[in-house]
């Protein structure tokens, strides 16, 4: 049988693949084109496909890739949810898949180092019995290992004993017996070892009670300690009179405590990507000199907050190129950890500023101590006089488009920066007009930092549970972080480096079109069709078009990095033959 399920993935899954093919982005055709050789976290944005036929193909490949190459001990609890969801879109193959996916959960389980790790994986082992598959050998094996690790902790009790690994064993024990694995032999033995362990240092015997030694007490500890040895059901008799005699000299029937959830999702957090962080770089000095500066008398933006507050004032230099100051006040000493990544990001990307790029030029930052608990930060840099919203809404009032070849050398520009800072480890995660200044001579460049990340992920594919902070401004947002701010969600599962792609995407859509942006990123049936006619209503050139179908893609499984997106620029090495359908 385990053959069935391998003729069906590069058989039947294979060929509704293929026939699904035109719906696939380019950033997508891996799934095809390389089939085979896929890894395991190549394959994993594939397994979660709206499509089912892409999602199942993906997920068979997952299935033959882990079982190839056996996922870490801490990589296997997303893997594994993977496979049940397989098991649950195809129950016709299950004994199949089953069989296949033994040979790696016996790998995973025999890496299992800790009493967590045993638990853990005999609730996964439970997940596939509930789904009524035969692991029988995975949890033969399970048995044999969590056995074995609970008389070694017996033993480690015995000669060096500590309350809080007792009441940790008996945890882990508790949810082994719970998903069905028989510890009743070992668990008579861990409780053996605590009711002794009670009996003794509080004398319940009474055998050392004309002693000038005195005994604690303290029935606390005896209470909270049988809350936890109590769930271990499977007492002998002998064990039965132990807890007898404790809860009759405590005069009292120590209630059970109830069994914490215990969740292995939120235990286990799987890192897939390699971490990469900004460079730690010093500011390259520019000869700026702030006392020549001639600040403007209002500001020209404020913000506070319970928090903190934020000012930005204008002023000119004798050459008259303008300068930004932004100051950060603080109610507290400790709130300034947001600022000091805006200002590691301001520095690494001034350091690479050019008159021709998009990065602008930052003077440098100083604190000001108002008081013992209060501070404000003050940073420097490189300023003009409107951004691309104020171009748009000029644009607007006059009723004319902006020049074709303007908007094409923005989307060039800005698709090179972002993938730039990329690399270098930086999302914005607030593109929008707003945020990119504009310079006489129609030169863009990034602001605002403020929300940025120094990466913690790489593109972001987030941990299993790991949540990412919700940032931007509405109207703006991915459509999968505006579905989460829209349910004043503070946090939410997405990638911010595809996230950023679509808003820029906006931005460049309202600098074509001069339209609002509000409708285009709320989720909806037919959202993907919706963004299609209104592209092919643009007046711009094709790759222009093809660019925006990439980068406001819905799903942000098939929406293009920046990278990517690079591909679809004039003068790429890649081949673009996509072109807009009706």
Same mark, same amino acid.
């Given at each position: ?66 079982? =190839? ?13 993977? #496979? ?23 790998? !995973? ?15 996964? #082992? ?41 009441? @940790? ?20 033995? !861990? ?8 009996? @003794? ?159 602008? @030029?930052?003077?440098?930052?100083? #604190? ?9 930060? !003050? ?11 104020? =171009? ?9 488009? #902006? ?9 060039? @520009? ?107 990123? !709320? ?60």
């Amino acid at each position: 049988m385990s053959e069935d399920i391998m003729l069906l993935i590069w058989g039947e899954l294979k060929d509704k693949a293929i026939r699904k093919k035109d719906i696939l982005s380019a950033s997508q055709t891996a799934l095809l084109e390389r089939a085979g050789s896929l890894t395991k976290t190549e394959l994993l944005e594939f397994c979660d496909l709206q499509d089912p036929d892409l999602r199942k193909f993906a997920m068979g490949l997952m299935l033959d890739r882990i079982c =190839k190459e056996t996922p870490s001990l801490q990589e296997g609890p997303l893997y594994h949810k993977i #496979i049940l969801k397989f098991i649950e879109e195809l129950p016709r193959y299950k004994e199949s898949i089953a069989n296949r996916y033994k040979s790696c959960l016996a790998n !995973i389980i025999s890496s299992c180092a800790t009493g967590e790790d045993l638990a853990i994986w005999s609730i996964k #082992i439970s997940e596939l019995e509930a789904l009524q598959c035969d692991i029988n050998p995975a949890k033969q094996w399970l048995h044999s290992k969590f056995t074995s690790y609970m008389f070694n902790q017996a033993d480690k009790l015995r000669s060096d004993f500590n309350i809080e690994n007792l009441k @940790k064993t008996a945890i882990s024990l508790e949810i082994g017996m719970s998903s069905g694995i028989d510890l009743k032999v070992i668990s008579n033995v !861990i409780f053996s070892i605590g009711a002794d362990y009670v009996i @003794k240092k509080y004398d319940l015997h009474g055998l050392r009670q004309n002693s000038d030694q005195s005994f604690s007490s303290n029935y606390e500890e005896i209470k909270d300690l049988f809350g936890d040895l109590k769930r271990l059901q499977f007492r002998d008799n002998y064990n039965i009179k132990k807890l007898e005699l404790i809860e009759n000299k405590i005069e009292c029937e120590i209630p059970i405590k109830p069994l914490m959830q215990y969740d292995p999702d939120t235990i286990q957090e799987v890192k897939i990507k390699v971490k990469k962080s900004i460079p730690e770089e010093n500011l390259i000095e520019r000869g700026f000199d702030k006392s020549k500066v001639v600040w403007r008398q209002r500001p020209a933006y404020q913000r506070a907050n319970e928090a903190f507050g934020i000012e930005v004032t204008i002023g000119e230099l004798p050459n008259r190129e303008l300068v930004a100051k932004k100051i950060y006040s603080f109610n507290s000493i400790d709130d300034a950890n947001n600022v000091e990544n805006e200002i590691k990001i301001l520095t690494v990307l001034s350091n690479r500023a050019t008159p021709e790029n998009s990065y602008i @030029k930052f003077y440098g930052a100083e #604190i000001e101590m108002v008081n013992e608990t209060e501070k404000r930060i !003050i940073l420097y840099m490189e300023a003009h006089s409107s951004s691309l919203i104020d =171009k748009i809404s000029e644009a607007k009032r006059k009723g004319e488009l #902006i020049d074709e070849e303007i908007v094409e050398n923005a989307a060039r @520009k800005l698709v090179h920066a972002f993938a730039h800072m990329q690399t270098l480890g930086i999302y914005h995660r607030d593109i929008k007009p707003h945020n990119i200044l504009v310079t006489d001579d129609w030169n863009l460049k990034i602001i605002d930092f403020s929300v940025s990340d120094a990466l913690k992920h790489d593109d972001c594919y987030t941990t299993m549970t790991g949540n990412t902070t919700i940032q931007g401004t509405h109207g703006y947002m991915a459509p999968e972080v505006e579905d989460h701010f829209s349910k004043q969600e503070k946090t939410g599962k997405f990638r911010p480096g595809r996230a950023d792609v679509f808003s820029l995407g906006l931005t460049l859509y309202q600098l074509i079109s001069l339209r609002d942006t509000y409708a285009l990123n !709320i989720k909806s049936s037919d959202q993907y069709d919706r963004i299609k006619r209104l592209l092919n209503q643009l007046s711009c050139e094709e790759w222009v078009k093809i660019l925006l179908q990439e980068m406001l893609n819905p799903d942000y499984h098939f929406r293009a990095s920046f990278k990517q997106c690079l591909r679809f620029l004039p003068g790429s090495n890649a081949t673009v033959d996509r072109t807009i359908l009706l």
